[in-house]
């Protein structure tokens, strides 16, 4: 089964920073859109960045210019660099991969369990 295990998240100042990092293991064939969501209590989920296999980038307005979605195909391995924090960014934020498990199939998304972040003096 293909699994993402997301790091990074934590307890933050407002105008500090945090780099989220999510790894994709298991037995897959490639991955596609990579991004990251985010959840606050009592919200729905919402998207945070999207990032392509090329590097093609997307952001919520909420985000651009303070986060960067990165990604490093070598390592399967997703980025959210999240600078200017503030307290409305405060989340549960979520892995997501779209994810290939064979030449056969169509891809299908994958999530991580989160990882909280916290924006507080």
């Known amino acids: 089964q293909v699994q993402l295990v997301e790091s990074g998240g934590g307890l933050v100042q407002p105008g500090g920073s945090l780099r989220l990092s999510c790894a994709a293991s298991g037995s897959f064939f490639s991955i596609a859109t990579m991004g990251w969501y985010r959840q606050a209590p009592g919200e729905e989920r919402e998207l945070v960045a999207t990032?392509?296999?090329?590097?093609?980038?997307n952001y919520a307005d909420s985000v651009k210019g303070r986060f960067t979605i990165s990604r490093d195909n070598a390592k399967n391995t997703v980025y959210l660099q999240m600078n200017s924090l503030k307290p409305e960014d405060a989340a549960v934020y979520y892995c997501?991969?779209?994810?290939?498990?064979?030449?056969?199939?169509?891809?299908?998304?994958?999530w991580g369990q989160g990882t909280q972040v916290t924006v507080s003096s």
């Open positions: 997501c991969a779209e994810v290939r498990r064979s030449a056969l199939f169509r891809a299908t998304d994958y």
């Open positions: 990032v392509t296999s090329g590097g093609s980038a």
